[in-house]
Each structure stands twice: as structure tokens, then as C-alpha cells.
């Protein structure tokens, strides 16, 4: 089990972002594509964390195990797994696992020879931000000091403090109490206690660039 390095990159510009890695090295991987995921508890397991099933695209999905502790870089595990999203969710369900919630994003992933991956995830409801994968601290420090991002636009902790942020919608709730995030739905999906105009605002790009269409889910290589 092995240390997660990695940081979310907010509230910066998207295209700034890109060439900034650009002029370091980086190269796309693959454009955006729409990626679903499963989220699961182990029923009266006390430790922070969960089990994920994400569909990365048709031939590629993970099982990854998070836990959080003291540390602010989460432990992870993550098997590649050669069956569909489908099977592979009512395998942990027959295992005994409780499926808490289904939820759609987008990425696009580019590679650098200093980090496991760079992505650009779009989660419904949250503006785009960047997220910085490494296999020491080292490296991503050494990362973050290159493309001169300050503090307060690194995030170690995970997406439902941005929700949070945004909307006032507590962890709890978003983890325990919304069983589905999907960009067609989003408005009725959250309840949220502040934001409102920002939550529909962001609803109607989504209707424009129909995100998690058929195209953008289609198997890429």
C-alpha cells in the first residue's frame, strides 16, 4: 500500500495550466473523455476511506481502495481489473460492499516524466481544476514550484470540500446522502444551501457541450 501524492490545482486557468506543462515537458495522453464511477463503504468499517470502481474507458477499469489518516497524502490501492464496469460493480456488491453513490466526471490526462499523471477533471456542479499525481513528495513539489502556484490554490484534501466550498453542502451529506452526480440531473441531484446561481450557470454549459454523451464515452487507446 503506497503513499497517494497528490494535489488539486484550483481556481487557475485552464489554458494557462495546459501550456504552463507544455513548456515543462508534459504531452496529452488523451483528450476528455467521460469516465464513470461507483463508490462504496465497507459496512461498520471505522476507518476513513472507500472503494471506487471507476470506467476509465470500455477496456480499462480500476478498483481502487483510499484511506485517509493523519497524513494529508491519502493510502491507496488500485488493481487494473479485465471485465466490464457493469460486472465488476455487482462483484463488490455480491461482495458484501455498500454502493453509496454513482457519479459521472470527465478528464483529459497528459504525462510527464516527473509524475504518475497530470488530469484536468470536470466533476458536475465544479468548475474544472487540475490534479497532480506523484511518487514522492519530492517530485511534486518540485512540480508545483515550476508552474508557480500559490498556496491557496493547492487542495490536498478531496472533491467534497469543493462542494462544500461552493455549495455548503456538507461531506456527510454529499457522501452518504447523494447517491448520484450526473451532469444532465445536477440541479436536482445536490442540495445545496448557498450558490445557486453559479450551480445553474455551470448546468447550462453542460446542456451546450453535452457532456458524457455517447462520443465522449466511446473507448479511447
Not at 487494473?80 to 459521472?104: H, P, R, W
Amino acid at each position: 500500500m503506497a503513499k497517494e501524492y497528490e494535489v488539486k490545482i484550483i481556481n487557475e486557468n485552464i489554458n494557462n495550466l495546459k501550456n504552463k506543462i507544455k513548456k515543462l515537458g508534459a504531452s496529452l495522453v488523451h483528450p476528455k473523455i467521460c469516465m464513470r464511477r461507483s463508490i462504496f463503504y465497507r459496512q461498520g468499517n471505522k476507518k476513513n476511506g472507500f472503494v471506487r470502481v471507476r470506467e476509465e474507458s470500455n477496456k480499462n477499469v480500476k478498483i481502487t481502495c483510499k484511506q485517509f489518516g493523519k497524513s494529508k497524502y491519502a493510502t491507496e490501492h488500485e488493481v487494473a481489473v479485465n471485465t466490464d464496469y457493469e460486472t465488476t460493480v455487482e462483484f463488490l456488491k455480491q461482495c458484501g460492499l455498500i454502493m453509496k453513490s454513482q457519479i459521472e466526471t470527465t478528464r483529459e490526462k497528459w504525462k510527464h516524466s516527473k509524475v504518475n499523471e497530470i488530469v484536468f477533471d470536470t466533476w458536475p456542479g465544479i468548475p474544472e481544476f487540475m490534479e497532480v499525481d506523484c511518487k514522492s513528495e519530492q517530485n511534486l513539489q518540485y512540480i508545483l514550484q515550476k508552474l508557480k502556484i500559490p498556496q491557496k490554490n493547492i487542495l490536498y484534501s478531496g472533491v467534497d470540500t469543493l462542494y462544500k466550498d461552493y455549495y455548503g453542502i456538507s461531506k456527510n451529506q454529499l457522501n452518504n446522502k447523494t447517491p448520484s452526480l450526473t451532469y444532465s440531473n445536477i440541479t436536482k441531484e445536490l442540495k445545496i444551501n448557498k450558490g445557486s446561481s453559479m450551480l445553474k450557470n455551470i448546468a447550462k454549459t453542460y446542456k451546450n457541450k453535452k457532456f458524457c454523451n455517447k462520443r465522449t464515452r466511446k473507448n479511447k487507446k
